[in-house]
């Protein structure tokens, strides 16, 4: 094979090796963005449950405050009406004194409903706490593998391009141009193989005597489709028979 097409084919390899060391760790940061919405999302879960026993306790302390307010009200209208001199007033006070303990009574009905509901908000709570807590263990591992994956992807990616520099300095200028254009015009994939007279890449049919060309791997040959530098990878012999002569009758 022509060394300046076998040592395209590796700096092709080495390209697309860095191509996807680079898309990696470009992609990381959304990664971990998306883990630290997470937990932000179980935390205000959490706080949403606590506001609502906030809430819930406001309004049973402004229920409870409305019933002592009423409770004293209707301690006085019992001791007025040990005073009162006529009927009318009497009734009246009767009256009063009834409409003041319905509304204790309804107040009260609403504590023990307020009393359920804070029974159910305490248990939300436990259950949002106890996903958090879940989520940000299992996220800090996440986190951790995330930062250790980085620092491998930037690692290696050095030393693929340590690896292409060296490898560009035993290719000829003539190649490299080729390479470099061709690349620029097809996302990076400069060099294809040919197989079965077809270009992998664009899947374009090859003239024949192009593909004879090819086969012999001696010089640089463009797909006449989509310009790729074309390569030819022989069959592997097919593998020796097991039967021996003497084996055979």
């Known amino acids: 094979m022509l060394d300046d097409l076998k040592q395209l084919i590796h700096l092709q390899e080495l390209d697309t090796a860095i191509d996807r060391c680079r898309r990696r760790i470009a992609e990381i940061p959304d990664a971990q963005q998306a883990l630290e919405a997470r ?5 205000a879960a ?18 409870e405050k409305e019933v002592a307010a009423v409770q004293t009200r209707l301690s006085k209208y019992k001791d007025q009406l040990m ?6 007033e009497y009734q009246a006070m ?24 804070s029974e159910r908000e305490t248990a939300d709570l436990k259950t949002a706490e106890g996903a958090l807590k879940a989520d940000q263990a299992a996220i800090a591992g996440q986190q951790k593998a995330l930062g250790q994956e980085k620092t491998e992807q930037e690692a290696a990616l050095a030393r693929l391009a340590a690896e292409r520099e060296h490898l560009t300095g035993g290719i000829s200028k003539e190649a490299l141009t080729i390479f470099a254009r061709v690349a620029h015009g097809r996302r990076g ?20 005597q192009v593909f004879n060309e090819v086969r012999r791997n001696e010089k640089l040959i463009q797909c006449d489709s989509c310009t790729r530098i074309l390569y030819y990878v022989p069959p592997a012999p097919a593998a020796a028979s097991d039967t021996s002569p003497s084996q055979q009758s």
């Open 83 to 88: 005073a009162v001199k006529t009927n009318k």
């Open 94 to 117: 009767q009256h009063e004194i009834a409409a003041a303990e319905g509304l204790v009574r309804s107040q009260e009905d609403k504590l023990l409903d307020l009393m359920e509901v």
């Open 189 to 208: 994939i400069a060099v294809a193989e040919a197989r079965d007279g077809l270009c992998v890449e664009c899947h374009v049919r090859l003239r024949p």
């Open 39 to 43: 937990v932000a999302e179980r935390t």
């Open 46 to 63: 959490v706080q949403a449950v606590k506001d609502r026993i906030a809430a819930t306790a406001a309004t049973r302390r402004d229920i």
